[in-house]
T-cell receptor, first 110, second 110 residues
Framework: KQEVTQIPAALSVPEGENLVLNCSFT??????LQWFRQDPGKGLTSLLL?????REQTSGRLNASLDKSSGRSTLYIAASQPGDSATYLC?????????FGTGTRLTVIP | AAGVIQSPRHLIKEKRETATLKCYPI?????VYWYQQGPGQDPQFLIS???????DKGSIPDRFSAQQFSDYHSELNMSSLELGDSALYFC?????????FGPGTRLTVT
């Protein structure tokens, strides 16, 4: 069964810093990888999707990379803002469902 | 743009009661997924449907059943509710690689 791990579990940074969130998965036979943002008690907002044939995707201050062979993905957030505070989840796609990581809880301190 | 609609948004039930959660996918999306997210946990895949047929099954208890109807909406039926069923239930829809998530239904079993 696919296992997805995210490191660190929690991260606090001062506003303006650049940061990297890490995601690793055990089975490299994936269709794609998605990064989500979740605010407390709220739904999942898709941030970026990387297909298995791609190596990275960018959206605004966010950049996600994928190294399928090593089972790793990173989410880079540039110039962090207090509004970025949330839990970030990565999820890898099997044939018919998503396997979610444990999440990284990010706090950006003003 | 239209998003995934879930109803109800909040539901309170007592132990041993039944509950029905509804999901209305984005128009022209043919695949629906159900996920359960317990407190402080990552979302766990329950079940998915493609073109009204079950396409994959995850950690869905036997007390739960689901179906997708001719208009592509889906319902998750939960019987003999237990305290441990208290969670946020997400529905997602897709017509390709990316899953789009609804806001979730928060079920509380007392």
């Amino acid at each position: 069964k696919q296992e997805v791990t995210q490191i660190p579990a929690a991260l606090s940074v001062p506003e303006g810093e650049n940061l990297v969130l890490n995601c690793s998965f055990t089975d490299s036979a994936i269709y794609n990888l998605q990064w989500f943002r979740q605010d407390p008690g709220k739904g999942l907002t898709s941030l970026l999707l990387i297909q298995s044939s791609q190596r990275e995707q960018t959206s605004g201050r966010l950049n996600a990379s994928l190294d399928k062979s090593s089972g790793r993905s990173t989410l880079y957030i540039a110039a962090s803002q207090p509004g970025d505070s949330a839990t970030y989840l990565c999820a890898v796609s099997g044939a018919n469902n998503l396997f979610f990581g444990t999440g990284t809880r990010l706090t950006v301190i003003p | 743009a239209a998003g995934v609609i879930q109803s109800p948004r909040h539901l309170i039930k007592e132990k041993r009661e039944t509950a029905t959660l509804k999901c209305y996918p984005i128009p022209r999306h043919d695949t629906v997924y159900w996920y359960q997210q317990g407190p402080g946990q990552d979302p766990q895949f329950l079940i998915s449907f493609y073109e009204k047929m079950q396409s994959d099954k995850g950690s869905i208890p036997d007390r739960f059943s689901a179906q997708q109807f001719s208009d592509y909406h889906s319902e998750l039926n939960m019987s003999s509710l237990e305290l441990g069923d208290s969670a946020l239930y997400f529905c997602a829809s897709s017509n390709s690689y990316e899953q789009y998530f609804g806001p979730g239904t928060r079920l509380t079993v007392t």
